[in-house]
């Protein structure tokens, strides 16, 4: 038995214990015409009521049309009760065919129908406040899936932005190497189609750092054809957080970053570094790179460091995740990723 089915059977009971009580202590009926009227007169209102809920649906409540609304439920209630008293008297007066209760019952008609409207009223107010929630309840519930939606749309857009801007980037570097050395170039293009595949592949919105770091690793060796010695590649990582989820393409941008504005208009030898650790409540990544602070200084529009931070907002709905730092020619950025057991899931 279901929780609706298991109210409605005790409403029942409660009506039929609730008329009783005024037939038998309140107007002096005897034991039995009391159970037998409270029973009857229960039932078939109980069974009245089961369309109550489609008149709340049927007759929409609108303050414009306040008037006409109370004229159509007050012209309801009154034949409810009429109908409802003709019906109980048929059944009543078949089972007790005694003058003296028979003559209770018509000298209590009016009081019944008032009964009757009162318990209408009652009742269509609260199936109001059910359709009222119910409706409330669907349109928050459509308006969280589209909002998910949409969000979930947004991050795929954001996340695949980053693949043609690298693209553009490596296939760049690709057509330079070919007149430098055909070997090198052709070296950069296996290495960029093994990366590619890798990307590409993985359309889970998370992945373990490992593979996140491990891409990164392909992506600096593509560089690093290019550009030979000019640049280091370094690594500090607790070796407690591979195993743990970061957003899928995060890190790549950071990388890209580096290279562009600390590589590629250097004249000493850049050091990138990468560093992984644990803090309180959050992994910590830092990618950091020197550059020459003398240098001409690259102008872009920001995409991978832009779009890091969006994702970072929507997908943790928090605006401090991603700090910058610039001291003397050391260039720093950093991300802060919530670990799963401190993340506060907001609906």
Not at 260 to 273: D, H, L, P
Not at 310 to 325: A, C, G, P, S, T
Request: proline share 2%; hydrophobic share 45%.
């Amino acid at each position: 038995m279901n929780n609706k089915l298991i109210g409605g059977i005790a409403v029942w009971l409660l009506g039929i214990a609730a008329s009783f009580a005024i037939l038998y202590l309140g107007m002096n009926l005897t034991i039995g015409w009391s159970l037998l009227d409270g029973f009857v007169s229960v039932t078939v209102y109980t069974a009245f009521t089961l369309s109550f809920k489609f008149q709340a649906q049927f007759v929409e409540f609108q303050r414009q049309k306040l008037p006409r609304f109370l004229l159509t439920h007050l012209l309801a209630a009154l034949l409810v009760s009429a109908l409802w008293v003709s019906i109980i008297k048929i059944f009543l007066f078949w089972m007790i065919d005694q003058t003296s209760y028979q003559r209770f019952f018509n000298e209590s008609i009016a009081v019944r129908i008032i009964i009757g409207m009162t318990v209408y009223f009652l009742i269509t107010a609260f199936n109001y406040l059910f359709l009222y929630y119910d409706n409330y309840k669907e349109k928050v519930e459509s308006e969280v899936s589209l909002k998910n939606l949409l969000t979930e749309t947004e991050l795929k857009n954001l996340k695949f932005q980053i693949n043609p801007h690298f693209i553009f980037n490596a296939l760049n570097s690709i057509a330079s190497l070919t007149h430098i050395s055909s070997e090198k170039a052709a070296s950069m293009t296996i290495k960029l189609a093994d990366f590619m595949r890798s990307t590409l592949t993985n359309t889970k919105p998370f992945s373990i750092l490992e593979d996140e770091l491990k891409n990164c690793r392909m992506y600096v060796d593509i560089e690093k054809i290019r550009f030979g010695d000019k640049f280091t590649f370094e690594e500090k990582i607790d070796e407690s957080l591979l195993k743990e989820e970061i957003p899928s393409m995060i890190l790549q941008p950071l990388f890209e970053n580096a290279i562009k504005y600390g590589v590629y208009e250097a004249m000493e030898k850049v050091q990138i570094q990468f560093i992984a650790e644990r803090i309180p409540g959050y992994i910590k990544i830092a990618v950091e790179n020197n550059f020459d602070s003398g240098g001409e200084k690259h102008k872009g529009e920001g995409i991978g460091l832009t779009n890091i931070n969006k994702r970072m907002q929507m997908l943790y709905n928090q605006n401090d995740l991603i700090k910058i730092e610039k001291e003397e020619n050391i260039f720093r950025v950093m991300l802060f990723f919530p670990l799963k057991e401190f993340v506060v899931n907001e609906t």
